[in-house]
């Protein structure tokens, strides 16, 4: 890839950004994502405004999944009548691979980072193509960023 950032989560914006792909190893988490926007401050952007990319490689470093959570919902029906209750329910570790196939050309509603110590915790909020919402939480030493190609916000 052309452009590398390497714990520049801060200078990225995750609003309205589309999963693409998502590969998970040993100690590694990529999670490639679609209209990234790349902050003016981002040590790769050598413009002044606000630009975005496609193809952005998301790696988490030394990563681990802590939790993945399906979000409770409430079910109405076409007259606005509560219909049933979806609790949350946490997904056992043997059903993330059933389950993170569905992240794909998914929305991502947030993703966030927080410092735990010598650690973080990224926070992936996902609109999936089962119809529910996901929280993915992966605890990791740090994160890179690495893309091909800026594009103008206007395109």
């Known amino acids: 890839m052309k452009y590398t950032t390497e714990n520049e989560f ?3 914006d995750f609003t309205e950004t589309y999963v693409k792909d998502i590969e998970q190893g040993n100690d590694y988490f990529h999670i490639w994502l679609d209209n990234v926007k790349i902050l003016p401050e981002n040590s790769c952007n050598r413009d002044i405004r606000k630009m975005r990319t496609n193809n952005l490689m998301f790696t988490i470093h030394d990563a681990g999944i802590v939790s ?3 979000e409770g919902m409430k079910v109405y029906d076409a007259d606005g009548n509560p219909k049933s209750d979806l609790p949350e ?3 056992p570790a ?3 691979g059933e389950i993170l196939p569905l992240f794909l050309e998914g929305c991502a509603l947030e993703i966030t980072k927080e410092q735990r110590g010598e650690r973080f915790l990224y926070t992936f909020a996902v609109d999936a193509s089962d119809e529910s ?3 993915l939480c992966i605890e990791g030493s740090g994160d890179s ?3 091909d190609k800026f594009l103008s916000l206007d395109a």
């Open 10 to 12: 801060e200078h990225l």
């Open 68 to 70: 993945l959570i399906r």
């Open 89 to 91: 329910e946490v997904i």
């Open 94 to 96: 043997e059903e993330y």
């Open 133 to 135: 919402t996901y929280d």
């Open 145 to 147: 960023q690495h893309w």
